[in-house]
T-cell receptor, first 118, second 113 residues
Framework: SAVISQKPSRDICQRGTSLTIQCQVD?????MFWYRQQPGQSLTLIAT?????????ESGFVIDKFPISRPNLTFSTLTVSNMSPEDSSIYLC???????????????FGPGTRLTVL | AQKVTQAQTEISVVEKEDVTLDCVYE???????LFWYKQPPSGELVFLIR??????QNEISGRYSWNFQKSTSSFNFTITASQVVDSAVYFC??????????FGKGITLSVRP
């Protein structure tokens, strides 16, 4: 499976500021996703990051709050904008499908970014 | 719509005990995949196993085994001779025709020495 890294691994931010999280994969992948995991909760899909076009957002998530970029097949960013304490969560990126024809049904996850908003 | 139910929320066992984590799913798709992921205290999500809907063979990998039964829509996970390093949150998940991964709420397993 691909090696996935995320930066930063954790951060403490002030209310009203924005934070950009990076996700880097060591090989080209077809699909990249962003998830949020609120404290003590399960994972919720924020959006699918599409290479070269706008991300596809899930219900309840909007581009103004969570802008996403995916400039190529190995890199994506998620920005959490105008943060409030309710945004305190773990944010995880996941990838699926290598370009060697591997299926896209299995997602592998990055180590996550622990965000605390004061 | 698809749904994954992990009715157990927290399980505590003593080292070397066997433990089974339950997972029940709902989907209208005929082709789907089931997964188990492990999330240790460090936070990363570790892929453990994938099962497709046409393969009901049980699988064993070391101390881990999985029992997939379509008749009861269940995909249970057993850890034999549990160890302290097994302490984590375990998520069952499903992906169907909409290509979106649906997670259960997770089970927190604590293994005491």
């Amino acid at each position: 499976s691909a090696v996935i890294s995320q930066k930063p691994s954790r951060d403490i931010c002030q209310r009203g500021t924005s934070l950009t999280i990076q996700c880097q994969v060591d090989s080209q992948v077809t699909m990249m996703f962003w998830y949020r995991q609120q404290p003590g909760q399960s994972l919720t899909l924020i959006a699918t990051a599409n290479q070269g076009s706008e991300a596809t957002y899930e219900s309840g998530f909007v581009i103004d709050k969570f802008p996403i970029s995916r400039p190529n097949l190995t890199f994506s960013t998620l920005t959490v904008s105008n943060m409030s304490p309710e945004d305190s969560s773990i944010y995880l990126c996941s990838v699926a499908g290598g370009l060697a024809g591997q299926g896209t049904d299995t997602q592998y996850f990055g180590p996550g970014t622990r965000l605390t908003v004061l | 719509a698809q749904k994954v139910t992990q009715a157990q929320t927290e399980i505590s066992v003593v080292e070397k005990e066997d433990v089974t984590l339950d997972c029940v799913y709902e989907t209208r798709d005929t082709t789907y995949y089931l997964f188990w992921y492990k999330q240790p205290p460090s936070g990363e999500l570790v892929f453990l196993i994938r099962r497709n809907s046409f393969d009901e063979q049980n699988e064993i990998s070391g101390r881990y085994s999985w029992n997939f039964q379509k008749s009861t829509s269940s995909f249970n996970f057993t850890i034999t001779a549990s160890q302290v390093v097994d302490s984590a949150v375990y998520f069952c998940a499903l992906i169907g025709a909409n290509s979106k991964l649906t997670f259960g709420k997770g089970i927190t397993l604590s293994v005491r020495p």
